[in-house]
């Protein structure tokens, strides 16, 4: 047997046992969770749910695309209880599946504000993560960076860095201008935002911020929690580009800085409903929430919570408040736009 054979054995080997784990599941002490998020990004706080239960939490993790799929596939069979993912356009899309069944609980309906959950309570926003501008200090006055429409001015042709329009974090944010403004209007300014670009879109969130501090583009767009981690890091690199960018919160005089949310859904047929109500009521609990803003650098959904020290050092902000289930509902369309503007 060759070394690749072998490779993939072992892979399989592994899926196997994975499956067999969560399969034999449905007891009255055990929830099923497949999870987009980094294990390292929710494992502490199911540890600290099973402590104070006693229901173990099985954690099947993978990309929110894939353990969809897989949902999908595995049908009424599912394993899964519980879907959480980091998107509410990925949520939308689990919705409009069918794979979600309805929840009202006291605690879910106090802590999670109307337009960060499902308006038919499918799904329910866990922690919000805002999608600003960020600058050089030596080199951009944050004053320019008035809303989103701006970034499509002239002035910075040549100086901005966005990931693709493969990433599901943009193609939100362009539905939410969708909402706002209209197709027209939106496609409009992405093909000025795509005039703009200093270099073709490439990496993560992390590598737009990193560009801005290199000096390869002068504004990026990216999400609150990367900075957050960078923030926090002691890593030399991370600490540098740090000192040298800052956050401009756009659409401050109208509706606001765009957030997304990660969230989780009830499935339909969960063999284990009891267990995944009590989960899904402890994640989004206060010190549940005072957890996400501490390690995770995430803004709580609970208004109770309390936000982190990185957190507060940003500064305090208009947020969007369009409902999250507008992202969703404009995904296609907003791919489309973003194909149409030349946004690869």
């Not at 600290?48 to 993978?62: D, K, M, S």
């Not at 356009?89 to 006291?106: V, W, Y």
């Not at 290199?214 to 890091?233: E, K, P, R, V």
């Not at 899904?280 to 650098?297: G, K, T, V």
Request: hydrophobic share 40%; aromatic share 8%; with cysteine.
């Amino acid at each position: 047997m060759n070394r690749g054979s072998k490779v993939l054995l072992a892979l399989a080997a592994g899926t196997l046992a994975v499956s067999s784990l969560i399969a034999c599941s449905g007891s009255s002490d055990e929830v099923n969770l497949y999870s987009s998020r980094n294990e390292g990004l929710i494992k502490p706080l199911l540890d600290e749910f099973t402590a104070e239960t006693g229901i173990r939490v099985n954690l099947l993790t993978g990309s929110g695309s894939g353990l969809l799929s897989r949902i999908q596939s595995e049908g009424s069979n599912t394993p899964a209880d519980l879907f959480l993912t980091v998107d509410a356009g990925s949520l939308h899309r689990a919705k409009q599946a069918n794979l979600f069944q309805p929840i009202h609980t006291q605690i879910l309906e106090g802590a999670v504000p109307d337009h960060l959950r499902d308006s038919e309570r499918h799904w329910y926003g866990l922690s919000m993560r805002a999608r600003p501008v960020f600058y050089a200090k030596e080199r951009v006055n944050p004053e320019e960076i008035t809303d989103y429409l701006s970034l499509a001015d002239e002035q910075w042709r040549g100086r901005i860095c966005v990931r693709s329009s493969d990433n599901i974090y943009n193609q939100s944010m362009v539905a939410a201008m969708i909402a706002h403004h209209g197709e027209a209007v939106t496609e409009e300014w992405a093909r000025g935002l795509v005039a703009n670009f200093a270099r073709n879109p490439v990496g993560g969130d992390r590598d737009q911020i990193h560009a801005v501090a290199s000096g390869q583009c002068d504004i990026a767009i990216a999400n609150t929690y990367y900075f957050g981690g960078m923030s926090l890091s002691e890593d030399a690199t991370n600490q540098n580009t740090v000192s040298k960018v800052a956050i401009a919160w756009p659409a401050q005089d109208s509706y606001g800085t765009h957030v997304n949310v990660s969230g989780i859904g009830l499935i339909k047929s969960a063999r284990n409903p009891e267990n995944a109500i009590k989960l899904m009521n402890f994640l989004a609990r206060e010190s549940s929430q005072n957890w996400y803003a501490e390690a995770n650098s995430e803004y709580p959904v609970n208004p109770n919570a309390q936000w982190s020290e990185v957190l507060q050092s940003w500064g305090n902000f208009k947020a969007d408040e369009i409902s999250m289930s507008e992202l969703g509902e404009n995904n296609a369309a907003a791919v489309r736009l973003m194909d149409r503007a030349g946004w690869r």
